[in-house]
């Protein structure tokens, strides 16, 4: 059994690449390389988005590719075409003329082929843009879906620990953006192919041109890699931070938090705070931008000195006669453009490979598995269940904790009983209905359901037989049809089911004061939304519950916005409608708990007593002790 007690940091991933730890700000050349790995299964992923449209980018890229030279040739022969017509010395005095002569028709095709590349050069760009726009969209969103479609599967745990909930935020935004590295990595093989077309037209003339200037941009390339590395090792750094950064943001200016921060005063505070975290982080990328900034331009220099150096070498020898004007306007030309591709390449590479450590943030996530899974071969779930549950020596403690939520708890939760929970804050009953519905696993003993542990059956199967309010239920901003049926999302659409959940939760009549009903949006966050009461929200949430036609019913504090009037009524429907069904009920409120077949008394994680309300207040113990507390409130 994998004690979640202590770090599980290494255990829940797949083995990743080497990321840097929060007192690092360098990484190796080996890990920057590794990081790589990760490009394959991406443009795999690109690939299997739209392999229609992933074909028509790469194939009108190849065709742009080689436009440069093509358009840089015409250019040579059209300057070639002037210089020597120039040199015949025709005699004509006006366009007419020449014409009419059709001495300037070559010229004349020359230049009309050159506006035709233009032309194409010009929509092939237009038609690459519009395929890679698509294909990005499909890409963030195939990605996004795929992000939801895992988180899905992860435990609990995940979604409680720190590190794991930075790795998500790495991945978030991830999703939305790494497109741009597609668009990237294909426009990094068209200006390959470029740059080898005009390569080829340099080896002609002057083979050592391209080495001096491949090695004139080898500095300039080192200083991007090592600055774009930097830039990553701060983001991965400052996640706990911006994450921070975001909270202050979201409790500064949202409807959630309005009334406390105007009443309390807390603007201020939360802007201060906001304003504070904000300076350093920036503090710490304009030192990065400095640096980056003086060295780029320093490394620059010398790439723009390999350049002259050839321009000058190309200038004498056409001086010399070696070459022609059109040579020269070729070989310029070709060698500038060349220059500023080995830059855009060198600069590319250094992006890609910074965005492949990017990416490991995304695929790494996608390595976390969860440990709570269904068996290969599960056992056939009862139904309807005969005997029931049985907790046998239970323990459990939440990850990074010390302290036992729960430990050494043994009994029994018989089939067609309601058994209610008391005990104070952090007794572990919450924890217990965890580890009941699956959401955690124990760390020492088991629990079975007729007979069977619990990790013997589907996990799919399991839940969907246990129907849960939590007391930090949900509040979705859908309508009030949609929040009901989010208790069976399968029924969404099935509007007699909801309506009769509703009247089993007592939203019905919550319903009914809505000006649309059940197509009413509810919550403010958007437009037409209409905000409800902490009670009916409630409601409306145990009426989610009972959309369910599940054999288990678990109410844990749902009532807690209610009357005391109101909640005995919901427990009294729930007690009616928990006939022939299983169900377990917390509540701090006595007069509510004393329905139930069987009260268990929690303390420190352990069962302290168990019985009727009349036999534990007989008793005499933690029960009644807590049960005249509260009765005296009321005298």
């Given at each position: 059994?994998?004690?979640?007690?202590?770090?599980?940091?290494?255990?829940?991933?797949?083995?990743?690449?080497?990321?840097?730890?929060?007192?690092?700000?360098?990484?190796?050349?080996?890990?920057?390389?590794?990081?790589?790995?990760?490009?394959?299964?991406?443009?795999?992923?690109?690939?299997?988005?739209?392999?229609?449209?992933?074909?028509?980018?790469?194939?009108?890229?190849?065709?742009?590719?080689?436009?440069?030279?093509?358009?840089?040739?015409?250019?040579?022969?059209?300057?070639?075409?002037?210089?020597?017509?120039?040199?015949?010395?025709?005699?004509?005095?006006?366009?007419?003329?020449?014409?009419?002569?059709?001495?300037?028709?070559?010229?004349?095709?020359?230049?009309?082929?050159?506006?035709?590349?233009?032309?194409?050069?010009?929509?092939?760009?237009?038609?690459v843009g519009y395929a890679d726009t698509l294909l990005s969209?499909?890409?963030?969103?195939?990605?996004?879906?795929?992000?939801?479609?895992?988180?899905?599967?992860?435990?609990?745990?995940?979604?409680?620990?720190?590190?794991?909930?930075?790795?998500?935020?790495?991945?978030?935004?991830?999703?939305?953006?790494?497109?741009?590295?597609?668009?990237?990595?294909?426009?990094?093989?068209?200006?390959?192919?470029?740059?080898?077309?005009?390569?080829?037209?340099?080896?002609?003339?002057?083979?050592?041109?391209?080495?001096?200037?491949?090695?004139?941009?080898?500095?300039?390339?080192?200083?991007?890699?090592?600055?774009?590395?930097?830039?990553?090792?701060?983001?991965?750094?400052?996640?706990?931070?911006?994450?921070?950064?975001?909270?202050?943001?979201?409790?500064?200016?949202?409807?959630?938090?309005?009334?406390?921060?105007?009443?309390?005063?807390?603007?201020?505070?939360?802007?201060?705070?906001?304003?504070?975290?904000?300076?350093?982080?920036?503090?710490?990328?304009?030192?990065?931008?400095?640096?980056?900034?003086?060295?780029?331009?320093?490394?620059?220099?010398?790439?723009?000195?390999?350049?002259?150096?050839?321009?000058?070498?190309?200038?004498?020898?056409?001086?010399?006669?070696?070459?022609?004007?059109?040579?020269?306007?070729?070989?310029?030309?070709?060698?500038?453009?060349?220059?500023?591709?080995?830059?855009?390449?060198?600069?590319?590479?250094?992006?890609?490979?910074?965005?492949?450590?990017?990416?490991?943030?995304?695929?790494?996530?996608?390595?976390?598995?969860?440990?709570?899974?269904?068996?290969?071969?599960?056992?056939?779930?009862?139904?309807?269940?005969?005997?029931?549950?049985?907790?046998?020596?239970?323990?459990?403690?939440?990850?990074?904790?010390?302290?036992?939520?729960?430990?050494?708890?043994?009994?029994?939760?018989?089939?067609?009983?309601?058994?209610?929970?008391?005990?104070?804050?952090?007794?572990?009953?919450?924890?217990?209905?965890?580890?009941?519905?699956?959401?955690?696993?124990?760390?020492?003993?088991?629990?079975?359901?007729?007979?069977?542990?619990?990790?013997?059956?589907?996990i799919d199967e399991l839940r969907a037989n246990i129907g849960?309010?939590?007391?930090?239920?949900?509040?979705?901003?859908?309508?009030?049809?949609?929040?009901?049926?989010?208790?069976?999302?399968?029924f969404i659409g099935d509007g007699e089911r909801i309506r009769?959940?509703?009247?089993?939760?007592?939203?019905?009549?919550?319903?009914?004061?809505?000006?649309?009903?059940?197509?009413?949006?509810?919550?403010?966050?958007?437009?037409?939304?209409?905000?409800?009461?902490?009670?009916?929200?409630?409601?409306?949430?145990?009426?989610?519950?009972?959309?369910?036609?599940?054999?288990?019913?678990?109410?844990?504090?749902?009532?807690?916005?209610?009357?005391?009037?109101?909640?005995?009524?919901?427990?009294?429907?729930?007690?009616?409608?928990?006939?022939?069904?299983?169900?377990?009920?917390?509540?701090?409120?006595?007069?509510?708990?004393?329905?139930?077949?069987?009260?268990?008394?929690?303390?420190?994680?352990?069962?302290?007593?168990?019985?009727?309300?009349?036999?534990?207040?007989?008793?005499?113990?933690?029960?009644?002790?807590?049960?005249?507390?509260?009765?005296?409130?009321?005298?």
């Amino acid at each position: 059994m994998h004690n979640r007690s202590m770090p599980t940091d290494n255990s829940r991933t797949a083995e990743a690449a080497p990321k840097p730890s929060t007192a690092e700000s360098r990484l190796s050349l080996r890990q920057r390389f590794d990081a790589m790995r990760n490009l394959p299964p991406f443009l795999k992923q690109v690939w299997a988005t739209s392999p229609a449209l992933a074909v028509t980018s790469i194939g009108l890229r190849l065709i742009r590719a080689l436009m440069p030279l093509a358009t840089l040739y015409i250019g040579k022969l059209i300057i070639d075409e002037v210089v020597r017509l120039v040199g015949l010395g025709l005699p004509f005095d006006q366009l007419g003329d020449a014409w009419r002569d059709g001495m300037l028709n070559h010229l004349l095709w020359l230049l009309a082929l050159e506006f035709g590349l233009a032309i194409l050069s010009d929509l092939l760009g237009r038609l690459v843009g519009y395929a890679d726009t698509l294909l990005s969209e499909l890409f963030n969103n195939a990605t996004s879906i795929r992000l939801m479609e895992h988180a899905a599967t992860l435990d609990l745990e995940d979604f409680e620990d720190a590190d794991l909930q930075d790795q998500l935020e790495r991945a978030r935004r991830q999703t939305m953006g790494r497109s741009n590295l597609m668009s990237l990595l294909f426009g990094q093989a068209q200006d390959t192919i470029t740059v080898i077309s005009l390569a080829a037209g340099l080896v002609v003339y002057a083979p050592w041109l391209i080495v001096l200037l491949a090695v004139a941009l080898v500095p300039a390339f080192l200083g991007e890699s090592h600055f774009n590395t930097q830039g990553y090792s701060l983001n991965f750094r400052w996640t706990p931070e911006r994450r921070q950064l975001e909270y202050l943001r979201q409790a500064g200016a949202s409807v959630e938090t309005a009334k406390e921060v105007k009443i309390f005063n807390l603007n201020r505070f939360l802007i201060d705070r906001y304003r504070d975290l904000a300076n350093k982080f920036y503090l710490a990328n304009r030192q990065l931008a400095r640096q980056r900034a003086f060295w780029g331009t320093l490394l620059a220099a010398l790439g723009t000195m390999g350049y002259y150096a050839a321009y000058g070498y190309i200038a004498w020898r056409t001086v010399r006669g070696d070459f022609s004007i059109g040579d020269l306007t070729f070989l310029a030309g070709s060698f500038q453009r060349l220059r500023q591709l080995l830059e855009g390449l060198l600069a590319g590479f250094s992006q890609v490979a910074s965005q492949a450590l990017y990416l490991d943030d995304l695929f790494s996530f996608f390595e976390v598995q969860p440990e709570i899974v269904s068996p290969p071969h599960p056992v056939a779930f009862p139904r309807p269940i005969c005997r029931g549950f049985v907790f046998e020596g239970v323990g459990f403690r939440y990850p990074g904790a010390e302290r036992w939520a729960v430990r050494e708890l043994s009994f029994e939760l018989r089939a067609g009983e309601v058994l209610a929970l008391v005990g104070e804050n952090g007794a572990g009953k919450t924890t217990l209905v965890k580890l009941l519905a699956r959401l955690y696993d124990p760390d020492e003993g088991r629990i079975l359901l007729d007979g069977h542990d619990l990790r013997d059956y589907d996990i799919d199967e399991l839940r969907a037989n246990i129907g849960v309010i939590f007391q930090d239920f949900v509040r979705y901003h859908l309508t009030a049809g949609e929040n009901i049926g989010m208790g069976q999302v399968e029924f969404i659409g099935d509007g007699e089911r909801i309506r009769r959940a509703a009247e089993r939760g007592m939203a019905d009549e919550v319903v009914a004061t809505l000006p649309h009903g059940y197509d009413q949006l509810i919550g403010r966050r958007f437009h037409t939304g209409l905000d409800l009461s902490g009670g009916q929200w409630q409601k409306i949430a145990i009426a989610r519950a009972y959309m369910r036609d599940a054999q288990v019913m678990i109410l844990d504090e749902p009532t807690a916005a209610l009357d005391a009037r109101s909640e005995f009524e919901v427990f009294q429907r729930f007690k009616e409608l928990s006939d022939d069904r299983t169900a377990v009920l917390i509540s701090h409120r006595f007069s509510s708990v004393r329905m139930a077949d069987r009260i268990l008394v929690l303390d420190q994680g352990k069962v302290e007593a168990s019985g009727t309300h009349e036999q534990l207040m007989a008793q005499g113990g933690r029960y009644a002790e807590l049960f005249e507390l509260q009765a005296a409130g009321y005298r």
